[in-house]
């Protein structure tokens, strides 16, 4: 277990016990608990397009508040999201699999940050209890990706991102996690800022200055939309890439069926546009279909090739142990010390030969790693949840006749298209700077839905 995380546990637990015996104490200042818990979210929110970091320690000021605030208000249940089921039984199973581990450091590492990521789901749906909370925190994530995605593209023209092998990190520092989170901010502003879901039988009583408003949006996001584009282009990134065409696809659809024709055409246009211009990345998105374009392009080793290598690995420790898996977060320990199961071979420019991949040791797919680590029943669950995220969105958008509810929902539908993209390549369900982001999306979800129809 490496330090950091000894620190989040230890902070996590520490001011949990001071909190505790001050709310048992002082039960009077369970407002002050609630405000302080709001605040470690509004840090969540603020800060993890930049600085994960500083989100985690929001996330842990949110979590220890939650239990203050609880127990001052001696009440313990848990607050029912309608995703309780799947989340808990999932839970159940990565603490579980603690016990028979191949690894006890690297499941106390994964799935302890697991267990406060659901800490924080549930912290935020309990506290972002009103229309206003819930606006804050889309409005400060809006200015903090914003931020990010500008620096982001002046830093891939400054590194030549078009034109070169090099990769744009963000203000994060990482080129796999920073387009995904682009993706989410993207499906945010076109969902929140740009498209209006009020259904048709309502009409549009819209006043001037609320369309100058309206326009300005427009302006302004359309701009940020298409430098988010471009930031994921710079990054390469073919996860966040087939994660955030569906999702805006179906958001469009979801508006109009003529949005949905008119986002085809121009995805086309920009995508023969961006291939005629940048080699590396037509080459890194049809390397997807042929792993060969990639090593004859590039000169090097076959990318694809030892991506599903990695899974095959994958698949062959879920086949020895469908049941339990081998624990969470123990596949890289177990994929070093099993050669049986180390398949993958790539191209080694410099030799000609083919040699084993060290260049990473877990599956880069967290659908198979999942299976590998917690076995087929923590699979079900997630999957379970997964569907869930997608089922009671799309079932609030058409009942709700309330539109703040249904943007909220449409923003669940996109964030968590995308998630399940990234899912397949850069993500796992221990992630910091995107699974987090997608359960605080799920979050908002949960607590609009509670709300009164307006």
Request: with cysteine.
């Amino acid at each position: 277990m490496n330090l950091l995380t000894y620190f989040k546990i230890g902070t996590i637990l520490l001011s949990a016990a001071i909190l505790i015996a001050l709310a048992v104490k002082k039960p009077e200042f369970r407002g002050l608990f609630e405000k302080a818990g709001v605040f470690g979210i509004f840090l969540f929110a603020l800060f993890i397009p930049v600085k994960d970091g500083i989100a985690v320690f929001g996330m842990i000021v949110a979590i220890a508040f939650f239990i203050a605030y609880k127990i001052s208000k001696r009440e313990f249940s848990i607050l029912e999201t309608g995703f309780n089921i799947p989340l808990l039984i999932y839970a159940v199973i990565v603490t579980a699999s603690f016990f028979w581990t191949f690894s006890i450091a690297d499941s106390f590492n994964e799935g302890g940050e697991i267990i406060y990521f659901i800490l924080f789901f549930f912290a935020a749906a309990e506290l972002l209890n009103s229309k206003k909370r819930i606006k804050i925190m889309i409005y400060t994530f809006t200015f903090s990706i914003c931020a990010a995605i500008i620096y982001g593209f002046f830093q891939g023209i400054f590194i030549d991102a078009l034109h070169s092998h090099n990769r744009l990190t963000g203000l994060i520092g990482n080129w796999v996690g920073f387009p995904v989170q682009v993706s989410y901010g993207l499906i945010v502003i076109i969902a929140y800022y740009l498209l209006d879901f009020k259904k048709k039988d309502i009409g549009d009583r819209t006043s001037l200055a609320e369309k100058i408003t309206r326009m300005s949006y427009f302006i302004i996001f359309g701009i940020m939309i298409l430098i988010g584009v471009f930031d994921i282009v710079f990054a390469k990134a073919r996860s966040a890439w087939i994660g955030i065409i569906p999702a805006v696809f179906v958001l469009m659809y979801l508006k109009s069926k003529k949005l949905f024709v008119a986002a085809l055409i121009l995805l086309l246009l920009l995508n023969v546009g961006i291939f005629s211009i940048s080699k590396t990345f037509k080459s890194r998105i049809f390397s997807m279909f042929n792993p060969k374009i990639y090593k004859l392009e590039l000169k090097n080793h076959g990318d694809i090739e030892s991506h599903i290598a990695l899974i095959e690995s994958a698949w062959a420790v879920f086949k020895r142990y469908p049941f339990t898996g081998i624990g969470v977060g123990a596949f890289s320990k177990y994929f070093d010390e099993h050669k049986g199961v180390r398949f993958p071979w790539y191209y080694n420019p410099k030799t000609g030969k083919k040699i084993y991949d060290l260049y990473d040791n877990w599956p880069e797919n967290g659908y198979m790693q999942t299976l590998a680590e917690t076995g087929i029943f923590s699979f079900i669950a997630l999957m379970w949840l997964f569907f869930l995220a997608l089922k009671k969105p799309f079932k609030l958008f058409i009942n709700s006749n309330d539109n703040f509810k249904r943007k909220i929902a449409v923003i669940l539908i996109g964030t968590s298209i995308v998630f399940y993209g990234s899912f397949a390549g850069v993500s796992n369900m221990s992630n910091d700077q995107l699974t987090n982001l997608w359960l605080f999306f799920l979050a908002l979800f949960a607590a609009a839905s509670l709300l009164p129809e307006t």
